[in-house]
Each structure stands twice: as C-alpha cells, then as structure tokens.
C-alpha cells in the first residue's frame, strides 16, 4: 500500500471533520493536471488548471465527497484531425472509508473501495476516472464534419465539391483501351468513309 503525500495537489485533509456524522466543509481550489488524464486523441493537457469544487461531508463510514471539476481540453478530431479545443465539467462522487473500518472488515471487503490513509484522501484516481468517462470515444470538430478523402487525404470540410473520377473495375479495363486503341479509331474512319 502506498502513503499519501498530504502536499501532493490532490490529497485531501479530512480531520477537520473530526470523524462526526453530518460535519462538512466545502473546498474550492485549482491544481495542475496530472500527465495522461484523457484519452489518446483528446485530454486534458498536463500542467493546465482544473478547478475543484468540492464538499466533503462526514458519516458513518467514512468520508463522502461530491463536486465537480473543471478542465481545458486539447486534441484531435477523429474524422478530419483538425485540432480541439474545449472544456469539459465533470461530477465527482465517491466514499472514502475510514481505513480503521476497512481494516475491520478483512480481506473480504471489495478492492474497488475507495479508502482514507491517515485521514488523507486521493482526488487523483476519482478524477481520472471520472474525465475518461465523461470523454467521447471519438471526438468530433463539428457533429457533421465529413472527415477526409480516402483517395488523396483531402479535408472535405474545405473541399465539399471533391470528387474523383470513378475508378475503372480492372476486369473491365482492357476493353478500354480496345476501344480507344489506334485500331477502334480506324475501323471508326472506314465505317464513316
């Protein structure tokens, strides 16, 4: 298990709590965003601002903290690769278990548990999760772009007229040339003479 930096930017300190049901506070900050928080072609970039808005409340088990966070978003369009630029708000939710109660429970209890160290929590893994989930799978510049040319590459969005002439089905193309070969265009001449 590893320990909690308390200076790291997304550890929190919850014993002004005190460990009593129904004790909140409510915490807003800005912090730089960790590397990968994203997804390949679209993310948040690293060292940009994400606002927290949190409250974090006291019960039973532990600690519950709800909010949202606010980040830039830089990437790519699936279809044209034309650069994007947003920002995304995420809502955050998760319980933080008394590490004393984890520990009561045994080795039984589920590993996806999100648990207090020394009343200390990590934001890091509820953000990360949260933002990757929120993150469309293939992000568009526009609902309609169009994407690009299969043939050359093209960006169709600048070119909505490109076309290509249609490719010759090559079980067909020796015909072709017959017909516009020197000997087409000769028996052509003799019929018009």
């Known amino acids: 298990m590893r320990t909690l930096d308390p200076r790291a930017p997304f550890v929190l300190d919850t014993r002004e709590l005190g460990r009593r049901p129904g004790t909140q506070r409510t915490k807003s900050t800005s912090v730089a965003a960790p590397a990968g928080l994203g997804i390949d072609v679209l993310g948040v970039p690293e060292g940009s601002t994400v606002q927290l808005d949190l ?28 650069p994007i630029e947003d920002s995304i708000t995420v809502d955050l939710q998760e319980l933080f278990v008394y590490d004393d109660r984890a520990a009561s429970h045994g080795d039984d209890e ?23 989930l929120a993150l469309p799978y293939q ?18 969005a600048d070119d909505p007229d490109h076309r ?3 490719p010759i089905d090559p079980r067909w193309a020796a015909l072709g040339e017959v ?14 003479d």
Request: aromatic content about 0%.
């Open 55 to 82: 409250r974090l409340e006291a019960v039973m088990e532990g600690v519950l903290v709800t909010g949202t966070a606010t980040a830039d978003l830089e990437g790519q369009c699936s279809r044209c690769l034309e």
């Open 110 to 132: 589920d590993d996806d548990v999100s648990r207090l160290e020394d009343d200390l929590l990590d934001l890091e893994p509820l953000l990360r999760d949260a933002v990757v």
């Open 139 to 156: 992000p568009l510049c526009r609902d309609d772009c169009p994407g690009l040319c299969v043939e050359c590459g093209a960006r169709l």
């Open 164 to 166: 290509h002439e249609d």
């Open 179 to 192: 017909a516009v070969g020197p000997d087409a265009q000769d028996a052509t001449a003799d019929r018009q």
